[in-house]
């Protein structure tokens, strides 16, 4: 099975909105990674958290990594239009995706 | 940052042939590739994992015989989907990790879309 699974499958909210999206794992990691793929591209990498830092920032993106609960956040804040993607995590341990967030931000 | 490139970018094909498709790590050296598969809104599914000098390591399921993985240098991974058939039509998304260390992060080529007709 993945080692990253994203929660929810899916998310529709306004331009304007925060959005938040989670990832859960199962064993211990060195690192985490946040990637988003709009329709029919290729993965593009957003962010990586190491195991030893618990919050982390990019431009309107905003990483929490919780180790003993084994569980991560991707928080995109003034949501866009752009943002329309799919979001995934992946560790370190296993390079395999869950199914991956789908989010719609309507203008 | 750390760039990964593809060729070709988009492939159509007749059933029957075999097609191969290339991943550069164009300014850092790779030892560990990997080769994703995406079929149209579901996951990437992990295919195998490549190492230079040594022999793919495939996922369960993966047809070793039909998905030919050759990583001959530290910067580039071939992929050779043999015979391919219709059922092939994937997104197929290599990734190289820089130095092969697990704190490294893993960049991703644009992907190849291939239509097997």
């Known amino acids: 099975s993945q080692q990253g699974e994203e929660d929810p499958q899916a998310l529709s909210i306004q331009e304007g909105e925060n959005a938040t999206m989670n990832c859960s794992y199962k064993?211990?990691?060195?690192?985490l990674q946040w990637y988003r793929q709009n329709s029919g591209r290729g993965l593009v990498h957003l962010i990586l958290?190491?195991?030893?830092?618990r919050e982390k920032h990019s431009g309107r993106l905003r990483v929490t990594l919780d180790t003993s609960k084994k569980s991560s956040s991707l928080l995109i804040t003034a949501s866009r239009a752009a943002d329309t993607a799919s979001y995934f995590c992946?560790?370190?341990?296993?390079?395999?995706f869950g199914a991956g967030t789908r989010l719609t931000v309507k203008p | 940052g750390a760039v990964v490139s593809q060729h070709p970018s988009w492939v159509i094909c007749k059933s029957g042939t075999s097609v191969k498709i290339e991943c550069r790590s164009l300014d850092f050296q790779a030892t560990t590739m990997f080769w994703y598969r995406q079929f149209p809104k579901q996951s990437l599914m992990l295919m195998a994992t490549?190492?230079?000098?040594?022999?793919?390591?495939?996922e369960q399921g993966v047809e070793k015989d039909k998905f030919l993985i050759n990583h001959a240098s530290l910067t580039l991974s071939t992929l050779t989907v043999t015979s391919a058939h219709p059922e092939d039509s994937s997104f197929y998304i290599c990734?190289?990790?820089?130095?092969?260390?697990?704190?490294?992060?893993?960049?991703f080529g644009p992907g190849t879309r291939l239509t097997v007709l």
């Open positions: 490549s190492n230079e000098g040594s022999k793919a390591t495939y």
């Open positions: 958290i190491r195991s030893n830092e």
């Open positions: 064993t211990s990691i060195n690192n």
């Open positions: 990734s190289a990790i820089s130095g092969g260390g697990s704190t490294d992060t893993q960049y």
């Open positions: 992946a560790t370190d341990y296993d390079m395999r």
